[in-house]
T-cell receptor
Framework: DAGVTQTPRHEVAEKGQTIILKCEPV?????LFWYRQTKIQGLELLSY????????DGGAFKDRFKAEMLNSSFSTLKIQPTEPKDSAVYLC??????????FGHGTKLSVL | QQKVQQSPESLIVPEGGMASLNCTSS?????YFWWYRQHSGKSPKMLM?????GEKEEGRFTVHLNKASLHTSLHIRDSQPSDSALYLC???????????FGVGTRLKVIA
């Protein structure tokens, strides 16, 4: 199954640490999204890349969150420094030519 | 800031019943609506999309769209326990291609 791959599946960090989440989109998809999902806020957009160019940097998330698209098949999301309120599921998705989003399994982050 | 509102927050329907979920966007530039389904512990998967006024049916699922009011609804007939999930509505604007999601409606189908 050549879907969206996210690693790690789980991450536990101490407050103040730097963590890096990884994502490999579906081959051939040009658009990539990073979302944070919580029960209260739902899916919040963190970053959006179109053909490796950053189109959306997440507004309120700018200060400690940085997403990069190193090449068309690999993206990272760095959170620095982490805070307990960052505990959530982080989802990566890529979009096909029909505008459909395909999500990875997500990374569950717990910040102590 | 574009917002997508979904109602109700949660819904319980009996097996075989009809489930109706609602979604409205506050952005008048939105021209495409999407419905995604997320089973517990899994990632969201696309269910249906609609961009024209009217309705679209796929099996037990029907989507309606009223572009004037930017309102879409998803109806599931003959609901099954396997339909129990979080249903997410999203809206896109071909101007910026950004996907904005609502918080979702949690559906539970009881046998």
């Amino acid at each position: 199954d050549a879907g969206v791959t996210q690693t790690p599946r789980h991450e536990v960090a101490e407050k103040g640490q730097t963590i890096i989440l990884k994502c490999e989109p579906v081959s051939g998809h040009n658009d990539l999204f990073w979302y944070r999902q919580t029960k209260i806020q739902g899916l919040e957009l963190l970053s959006y890349f179109r053909s490796k160019s950053l189109m959306e940097d997440g507004g309120a998330f700018k200060d400690r969150f940085k997403a990069e698209m190193l090449n068309s098949s690999f993206s990272t999301l760095k959170i620095q420094p982490t805070e307990p309120k960052d505990s959530a599921v982080y989802l990566c998705a890529s979009r096909d030519r029909n505008e459909r989003l395909f999500f990875g399994h997500g990374t569950k982050l717990s910040v102590l | 800031q574009q917002k997508v509102q979904q109602s109700p927050e949660s819904l319980i329907v009996p097996e075989g019943g009809m489930a109706s979920l609602n979604c409205t966007s506050s952005d008048r530039n939105v021209d495409y609506f999407w419905w995604y389904r997320q089973h517990s512990g899994k990632s969201p998967k696309m269910l249906m999309s609609i961009f024209s006024n009217g309705e679209k049916e796929e099996g037990r699922f029907t989507v309606h769209l009223n572009k004037a009011s930017l309102h879409t609804s998803l109806h599931i007939r003959d609901s099954q326990p396997s339909d129990s999930a979080l249903y997410l509505c999203a809206a896109t604007n071909t101007g910026n291609y950004k996907y904005v999601f609502g918080v979702g409606t949690r559906l539970k189908v009881i046998a």
